[in-house]
């Protein structure tokens, strides 16, 4: 596959179609394929990776390399079109300067889990037939690749490409996801239970704004947390309400526009499972107001920011029961 891309991405150079490609490309370690923007053949040739680490979504990227002089090649998994056309639908980015090459998507890998197996010392990483041969400094380790799937992708939505301009490989079908197993856990613990969860969760939070900075929802020019009048400006939170605040509004500022992408809690250093927030508020919407998938398109308008007169009422809360 990698190959496969290279070589299309060099033939969209050369012939003019676009001048710049973003990808990924190997990073120190055999696990930290990152975001990479290529600009010619020989860059394409020494750095371009597409392995089962390439799990980070380009999309966001886009806000900025679509406003740049020239057209540029995108390589999208099936997910990753969802946050794209979520950006298309704002007006974040701009459609005709990015050619999409729909891609396979995961399952990705998380090289947090192999880690978590107590695996250090990791120098490169195989998968032989779905085992992974990890060689390490101090020798040959293996485990199910499996065991080290990404979060996002253990509980994946859709194979399917929402937007692309050529695919390479076949086009998948929509899933049928077990997504909201454990949003239904939460719902059925007491508010109290529900309390404490999301408190030992939060409390772990450093406010390194990983979280907002990857998220294609989050493209705020100026966004609310760096307000410096706001007393929250860009610092650790120093007490359990500032832990909770920044999670809260940011789970509402982005509900009924986020796409599910999972890389949130993908690049959180403290392992939150943000994602839980932001599908339990999916979920409300989808039995609310009807089923809606952000990204699945560029037209619908979000139940959240549409009126109809069979919305429901705000007492439907109470109704629902808050226990
Ligand atoms: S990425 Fe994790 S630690 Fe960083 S601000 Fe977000 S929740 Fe907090
Ligand atoms: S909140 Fe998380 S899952 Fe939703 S769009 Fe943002 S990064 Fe993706
Ligand atoms: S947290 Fe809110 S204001 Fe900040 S970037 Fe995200 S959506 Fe925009």
Known sequence: MQETMIKRAKELLADGTVSRVIGWKKGEFAYDTTPAVFETAEELDRDFAFDDFTAANVSKYLVKESRKEGKILAFLKPCDTYSFNQLIKEHRVIRENVYIIGIPGGPKLDAEKIKAKGITGILGIKNENYTL????????????????????????????????????????????????????????????????????????????????????????????????????????????????????????????????????????????????????????????????????????????????????????????GVE
Not at 171 to 200: H, P
Not at 205 to 216: K, Q, S
Not at 239 to 264: K, M, P
Not at 268 to 295: S, T, V
């Open 133 to 320: 041969k990890i060689e390490t400094l101090y020798g040959t380790e293996t485990m199910p690749f499996y065991e080290a799937i990404c979060g996002k992708c253990e509980s994946c939505k859709s194979k399917k490409h929402v937007i692309y301009d050529e695919l390479i490989g076949e086009d998948g079908d929509i899933l049928d996801s077990n997504r909201f197993d454990t949003v239904e856990k939460l719902e059925n613990m007491t508010a109290q239970e529900r309390f404490d969860f999301w408190r030992e969760q939060l409390s772990k939070c450093i406010r390194c704004n990983a979280c907002r900075n990857v998220c294609p929802a989050c493209t705020c020019e100026k966004c609310v947390f760096d307000n410096p009048k706001s007393g929250i400006e860009n610092k650790a939170a120093s007490d359990s309400f500032e832990e909770n605040l920044f999670h809260i509004i940011r789970a509402f500022h982005v509900a009924g526009r986020c796409t599910d992408c999972g890389e949130c809690s993908r690049v959180c250093p403290q392992n939150i499972p943000l994602h839980l927030l932001n599908r339990k508020f999916i979920k409300d919407i989808n039995e609310l107001y009807g089923e809606y998938q952000a990204g699945a398109d560029t037209v619908s308008r979000s139940p959240i920011t549409d009126y109809t007169p069979d919305d429901c009422e705000p007492s439907v809360v109470h109704e629902r």
